[in-house]
């Protein structure tokens, strides 16, 4: 092999490691440690604002052994008192179209508060979701979400960034 050949040859191995290093996901968890099972609960969490009817928003997701979960966080002005039923969806779009399903595991009623002279409600549901679904949010960003709550339904439009929070947030999970 010519000398000018082996530098080319490293110079493109180097600018590849290089690539690599410089999109590899940095992943930062939350982590507890259960006191009765001694299980390690990890989780990560993603704030953001919706565009519609929801103030504002946070979901984690949870990684206990090998179950997942997807915790959904919001907070909305006006009079909510339906709680969130058992078996209530929410329903995720994700950028190729596909719909994502998924259910409430309890119930969970909202609580208030007053906030700048005007009651605001929060809900905080806990949603079933496996390793697949997971793997679906990663490749493709969620672009709708729909909350159901009762008879009610939220939906919202999610920013390009917000989107790209999820599947990054949903990749590291996975970890």
Not at 5 to 11: A, E, M, N, R
Not at 32 to 49: A, P, R, Y
Not at 116 to 130: A, F, N, P, Q, S
């Amino acid at each position: 092999m010519k000398k000018g050949t082996k530098i080319l040859s490293l110079g493109i191995l180097f600018l590849f490691v290089c690539t690599l290093s410089l999109s590899a996901q940095k992943c930062k968890f939350s982590t507890q440690k259960d006191k009765v099972t001694g299980k390690i609960k990890k989780w990560n969490s993603i704030k953001f604002l919706p565009k519609g009817t929801i103030n504002g928003s946070q979901i984690s997701f949870i990684k206990t052994d090998t179950t997942y979960h997807f915790e959904m966080f919001i907070i909305s002005k006006g009079n909510f008192r339906e709680p969130i039923q058992k078996g209530d969806p929410i329903v995720i779009k994700l950028s190729n179209e596909e719909e994502i399903t998924l259910t409430s595991i309890d119930e969970f009623k909202p609580t208030s508060q007053i906030l700048d002279g005007l009651v605001t409600y929060r809900y905080k549901g806990l949603y079933e979701i496996d390793a697949v679904l997971l793997k679906k949010i990663a490749e493709f960003q969620p672009t709708i979400i729909s909350i159901f709550i009762g008879d009610k339904v939220y939906t919202d439009e999610l920013s390009s960034k917000t989107g790209l929070k999820f599947s990054e947030g949903a990749a590291c999970i996975l970890q």
